[in-house]
């Protein structure tokens, strides 16, 4: 603790480092900072790199640009997919899981946050020291917080205080303990918010998340410690009293006009893509490139969710097996008969009605030409189609043109986390209270979200009042008839629903309190146990003597207790 302490504090940096990221491609700046000589190097240049590679840890690329590459299992990477697809959010297409994330496929992230973000991060400290920018520096204090807690999130121990220290001679470092990691982040960002606090000599000349708002960045630097304090509830006895003090002090999100999110402008298809990723995936001349989850789907479909027809939109009004007779070509599992443990779990099985076309959890099966036919991101929050039943296929440039928004901390999961408070302490009166609360914040934030963004679209086709307030009604119906198991899934459900896009936190919530209990099972029988953390990248294991491969994937993380992975396979 003492190495990283000091480590976190900027005291000595030691001049610039040999590692910095590949390349810079932000938004509309033509300069890279990485081919600049220290006395030419801009503190903005720099800073512009490390918010969008920070929001890129999450969201991944469209066009596999900077730090990314194409190849792997999954779709765009970034820490938001393999999070949706593990949580049934989007449709995760590995019947075992041994196979679905495998050490090859963690490189992308790996690189980005180390030789991306923390090595622009270590380069610019310095200069913004000499030029007393602190609000530079507390912007990169918070991103480095955040994305600490995030990689140790996913991959447990990982290098902290060696790392990005080749200047210093270190070129293998060792792993910090995720413990350690936590505690030296909330230490960041109390250093943050005494930053943003202060005088600074000049301001950035981009701040693409508050723009320039340091009230909103201290919020946020709350509420992200309050996001540390739940996820190690299970480990610290004192975390409960240290969340409650910030709600107490009142000086955290609870407006969605607070919320830490990056919205993406789309002012370019390459060269940068600045599209939403999920939207330059999947709005191409082929039509979509990833599925949708059946479950989901399914889920929000027969309940009458109404943010239903912004987050998905449908390319055809009839799915082989519903409404049109099954087709061997454009949808195989269609001749098929449901496996029996989806049977008795009472799951659906590859089709769905209304024109949900997508897929079941772990459905490994080749591609089939229905790019044009799979239902595919609506409105929000990839800046697609609004659909208001037109059934037309999708193209480039259509919908809202991949206006996007990356949503990382907001009013509505502060509520849910009061919610996961109440439940722990087992006051159902606040839970339930808090429930609703983040379901009118979600759909007002998604609704709102149409408003100006997509031409043509049918707005008639939006829900009414009456509507949005007979499904809040069932919600709380649901939460009061039931169990304890019931309660945990109601608030597990609008969990997922709400955080559609964000896969980083309905993962970090499963494998904390292992609701809810109602996703639907893998496809295949015994797909083996839960992913409950990712392996190291192949190239660092093979490249630093001092990381030594995980013995599975089954390994947790150090605020995750449970004796095994969450029962929903």
Excluded at 286 to 313: I, K, Q, V
Aim: aromatic residues 12%.
């Amino acid at each position: 603790m003492k190495k990283i302490t000091k480590y976190i504090a900027f005291a000595v940096l030691g001049g610039m480092l040999a590692f910095t990221s590949c390349e810079t491609t932000e938004l509309d700046l033509t300069a890279n900072p990485n081919a600049l000589t220290p006395d030419q190097a801009s503190v903005d240049f720099f800073l512009n790199s490390i918010q969008e590679d920070f929001v890129r840890q999450f969201e991944g690329d469209a066009d596999f640009s900077d730090n990314w590459a194409s190849g792997g299992n999954t779709t765009g990477d970034g820490f938001n997919e393999f999070g949706l697809e593990l949580t049934r959010i989007v449709q995760g297409g590995g019947r075992q899981y041994s196979s679905m994330y495998q050490d090859s496929d963690m490189s992308d992230e790996w690189t980005n946050a180390y030789k991306g973000i923390l090595a622009d991060i270590r380069a610019m400290t310095p200069l913004a020291i000499e030029a007393d920018q602190k609000h530079h520096i507390a912007i990169a204090q918070f991103i480095e917080a955040y994305l600490m807690v995030t990689m140790v999130d996913f991959f447990g121990d990982v290098p902290y205080s060696e790392a990005i220290q080749a200047n210093e001679g270190i070129f293998n470092p060792v792993v910090d303990s995720g413990a350690s990691i936590y505690e030296a982040s909330l230490a960041l960002l109390d250093q943050a918010i005494s930053n943003f606090n202060a005088t600074a000599a000049s301001e950035p000349t981009s701040d693409f998340y508050y723009a320039n708002d340091y009230t909103q960045w201290v919020k946020a630097a709350n509420t992200l410690k309050m996001k540390i304090y739940l996820q190690r509830r299970l480990v610290d006895s004192g975390a409960i009293a240290s969340f409650n003090a910030i709600v107490s002090g009142g000086n955290y999100i609870q407006d969605t006009a607070d919320d830490f999110q990056y919205n993406w402008p789309a002012t370019s298809a390459t060269g940068p893509d600045t599209r939403h990723p999920r939207y330059g995936i999947n709005y191409q001349a082929a039509g979509a490139g990833e599925y949708m989850s059946n479950w989901l789907m399914n889920l929000m479909d027969t309940s009458n969710d109404p943010r239903t027809r912004y987050y998905f939109y449908r390319q055809t009004d009839a799915v082989p097996g519903a409404e049109i007779p099954s087709n061997e070509e454009l949808l195989n599992c269609s001749l098929e008969t449901a496996p029996q443990h989806y049977i008795d779990g009472g799951y659906t099985f590859c089709w769905l009605d209304n024109g949900f076309w997508g897929r079941d959890h772990g459905d490994a099966d080749g591609i089939p030409p229905d790019g044009l036919l799979r239902a595919t991101y609506g409105t929000y929050p990839a800046g697609g189609q609004f659909d208001d039943s037109s059934f037309t296929a999708i193209g480039l440039g259509t919908g809202a043109s991949g206006t996007g928004v990356t949503v990382l901390l907001s009013a509505f999961n502060v509520d849910f986390m009061k919610a996961e408070v109440a439940m722990t302490n087992s006051d159902m009166t606040a839970a339930r209270t808090a429930i609703l609360d983040a379901f009118d914040k979600s759909q007002a934030k998604v609704q709102a979200f149409l408003v100006g963004r997509e031409a043509g679209a049918d707005v008639s086709f939006e829900p009414s009042a009456g509507v949005i307030a007979a499904y809040r009604n069932t919600i709380g119906a649901n939460f009061d008839g039931g169990d304890m198991t019931d309660k945990w899934n109601v608030l597990a459900e609008q969990y997922w629903i709400a955080h559609f896009g964000n896969g980083v936190d309905p993962y970090n919530f499963y494998r904390r309190n292992q609701y809810p209990t109602t996703l639907q099972a893998n496809l295949e029988a015994n797909p083996g146990e839960f992913v409950r953390s990712m392996y190291y990248p192949s190239n660092v294991v093979n490249t630093n003597s001092s990381i030594s491969q995980k013995s599975s994937h089954t390994v947790p993380v150090f605020w995750d207790t449970h004796a095994s992975g969450p029962a929903a396979n």
